[in-house]
């Protein structure tokens, strides 16, 4: 189906050309109508049109100041000129700004009114049968087609070679861009019709997105935008199994602008300790499912934000089996509604945790800060009183409670994230193991050595040589 779209000043005269004809019957679908050039161009950026038929004097924008236009911005749409003139000169300077034909208004009649439209068909198909064989000699191809259908496997067995059997695929092209392929919907077909024919048959077996915008773009940047793109646009797409995304290529082309991204989101920062009032507080974690889902950061970031949260927070607030358990899920999450799900979870544990040890929402948040603090500074001269001090808790108080939610005491996790930066250090620098000892918070090597040998199983020195292979007292049992 032909999307066509008429422009004439004079309302009557526009309502009168477009009952005139049985668009329908020659595959036509008028898909809108503006008095003037304005209005013209902006509703060409909303909808998808293939022809266009304008007068030529209208108001503010004549018809060949509108072809001009349209031939820059919408360069796949191909225009006819409306017009009471029947002069050499105007028809010549329609042609020459690229118009396909011209229709005389006065001159049409309902008993001559199909053969017009008939030529103007032959006319159109011919067009876009050249445009098609130049683009495709050229030496930098060009997509020939102002939407297309985009189809990327959901696993990595996947062939192309199946997609030919879909009839708009057999109609159109099918182009390999490495591990998806682009059919440019160069004949007519509504692309909705197409990506529904698709999903319907190939659904389970592709993602497929219904691209807009992408004529007469150079193919070897296409392929270049939608390899990065892509993968993003399909881990945030809303749409239900079956469904095609809907995607403008040009909003995929454009640059990603500042505050935009991983950057965009400092809770996903692996430098910054995560605040983690989202987990205990509705409005804190809507708010933060809002922000991750409008600045869209690299999926990669979100699955380094999921390992992190279960590795800083076993055992204090996830029980060995339920970190494993959220681990393993994190495998199969490959969207971001799976990762929503999962941060939810995520959140029931922690509520449940602090349930359990029968503590309050905002002494549960002191005690998660008191943890990355002493996280930060385990290689600086702190103790119980300043920490307490930082969450602005009594002395007395944080310690009672600070024993009931690490299952330890204070000093015993100190010492542990102090042998954790121990064991980094060892297996990352050459430094040697005094100066370790002191960037740990150890003021003496030689009780250094001896805990660490007493806790690991090995001389830091034995550590590092044999590359931090550990025995049977790993200090995550020391945690538990």
């Known amino acids: 189906m032909i999307r066509a779209v008429v422009v004439d000043d004079e309302r009557l005269v526009r309502k009168g050309f477009i009952s005139l004809i049985d668009w329908s019957a020659h ?45 820059s911005l919408h360069p796949r749409i191909r225009s006819v000129v409306l017009t009471c003139h029947h002069e050499f000169d105007y028809v010549h300077e329609a042609l020459r700004l690229g118009a396909i034909d011209y229709i005389v208004k006065t001159l049409l009649e309902l008993e001559n009114a199909d053969d017009v439209i008939r030529r103007i068909l032959e006319r159109f198909d011919w067009e876009e049968a050249s445009r098609a064989a130049g683009l495709a000699a050229d030496s930098r191809k060009r997509i020939a087609a102002s939407s297309a259908l985009l189809f990327v496997p959901r696993s990595r067995e996947e062939a192309g070679g199946d997609l030919l059997r879909l009839p708009s695929v057999r109609r159109n092209a099918l182009l390999d861009l490495g591990r998806m392929w682009l059919s440019p919907l160069v004949h007519p077909v509504r692309p909705e019709e197409a990506a529904r024919e698709a999903a319907g048959e190939w659904g389970d077996r592709w993602r497929i997105v219904s691209l807009s915008r992408v004529g007469d773009e150079p193919l070897d940047e296409v392929s270049s935008v939608l390899e990065a793109a892509v993968p993003g646009l399909l881990f945030y797409s809303r749409a239900k199994p079956g469904e095609a995304v809907r995607a403008d290529y040009r909003e995929l082309a454009r640059p990603a602008g500042a505050g935009r991204g991983a950057d965009a989101c400092p809770e996903l920062d692996p430098e910054r300790d995560p605040d983690l009032r989202w987990a205990f507080c509705a409005e804190d974690r809507e708010r933060l499912l809002r922000r991750i889902a409008e600045k869209k950061p690299p999926k990669e970031a979100i699955e380094e934000f999921g390992a992190r949260l279960c590795r800083d927070w076993e055992p204090l607030l996830l029980r060995p089996a339920e970190a494993e358990r959220l681990r393993e899920e994190t495998e199969r999450n490959v969207s971001w509604a799976d990762w929503e799900n999962w941060l939810g979870r995520f959140s029931d544990k922690a509520k449940g945790r602090m349930a359990e040890l029968g503590l309050s929402k905002e002494v549960m948040l002191c005690l998660l800060r008191a943890v990355q603090f002493m996280r930060r500074h385990a290689g600086n001269k702190i103790n119980q009183n300043d920490v307490a001090a930082h969450v602005s808790m009594s002395r007395s108080y944080f310690s009672q409670c600070f024993a009931r939610f690490a299952g330890q005491s204070f000093g015993d996790l100190l010492r542990t994230m102090r042998l954790e930066r121990a064991k980094s250090l060892l297996l990352t620098t050459s430094i040697p193991v005094y100066e370790i000892a002191a960037a740990a918070g150890f003021e003496d090597d030689k009780y250094f050595s001896k805990l660490f040998r007493d806790k690991v199983g090995k001389l830091p020195t034995e550590f590092r040589a044999c590359g931090g292979e550990r025995d049977n007292g790993s200090n995550r049992g020391e945690n538990g």
């Open 27 to 71: 595959g036509i679908a008028i898909v809108g109508e503006a008095g003037d050039g304005k209005s013209a161009l902006d509703l060409l950026d909303t909808v998808e049109a293939d022809l266009l038929f304008t007068d030529i004097t209208m108001p503010h924008m004549s018809g060949f100041e509108l072809i001009k236009a349209v031939r």
